[in-house]
């Protein structure tokens, strides 16, 4: 069994200049104000239809990202909407095999110490399952069947693709002092970065 923590990757190469230029471009189409471009000029116009509320504009870039989180978690991902996601599937994952390094991974919960009681208790019952799904594997159950005792804990692999609309949306929500403990374990980073890559877009998202 191995334990991790949860981290992401931006998949495209993101060039925060150019992407705001195109925004501008396609913006100043609905007020005919092409001749508006100058320099500094996208920030001015991004920062203002954001300000009044006119984000369509920036619905026409997306960024993808892939993260690696537990099941419990990309089960919150996947309700955000105006999105596509590709999952790795447990259906298909047999994690007895070579390529799992014959091991279940799972992501280790933030919440609790490592010397604690509790996760003591949650150490204790991955142990119990990872033997559980082999045994399982072993009695010839198929790995579509097997993982009806995985646990939400189990460490999983999506990629995320929104528009940036949605992911400013995304981020209001999840890094919330509401949302779980674990989305804003990769949510808030995940906001940073997108802070450093494209500013306008995002800075004004406080965390």
């Known amino acids: 069994m191995k334990i991790i923590t949860p981290s992401f990757e931006i998949m495209d190469n993101i060039d925060g200049k150019d992407i705001i230029g195109k925004i501008e471009r396609f913006g ?15 920030e001015r116009f991004i920062k203002n239809i954001i300000e009044n509320g006119h984000e369509s504009v920036i ?4 960024i993808s990202v892939k993260i690696i989180c537990d099941r419990g978690v990309s089960h919150e991902l996947v309700r955000h909407r105006i999105a596509s996601y ?7 994952c047999n994690y007895y095999k070579d390529k799992f390094g014959k091991e279940l ?10 010397d604690s009681e509790k996760f003591h208790i949650w150490l204790n019952t991955m142990e119990g399952i990872e033997k ?5 594997i072993e009695a010839g159950a198929k790995p579509q069947e097997a993982r009806s005792i995985l646990p939400n804990s189990l460490k999983t692999e999506i990629i995320v ?38 500013p306008i877009v995002f800075e004004d998202i406080k965390l």
């Open 28 to 42: 100043r189409v609905c007020y005919k104000s092409e001749n508006n471009i100058s320099d500094g000029s996208a």
């Open 59 to 62: 619905e026409h870039e997306k």
């Open 86 to 92: 590709s999952q790795e599937s447990t259906r298909y």
């Open 105 to 114: 991974t799972l992501i280790k919960p933030v919440f609790w110490d490592v």
């Open 132 to 136: 559980a799904y082999f045994s399982l």
């Open 161 to 198: 693709t929104m528009n940036l609309r949605e992911w400013r949306h995304f981020f209001k929500l999840r890094t919330s002092e509401h949302a779980h403990p674990q989305m804003r374990e990769i949510a808030c980073p995940l906001l940073e970065t997108f802070q450093q890559l494209i």
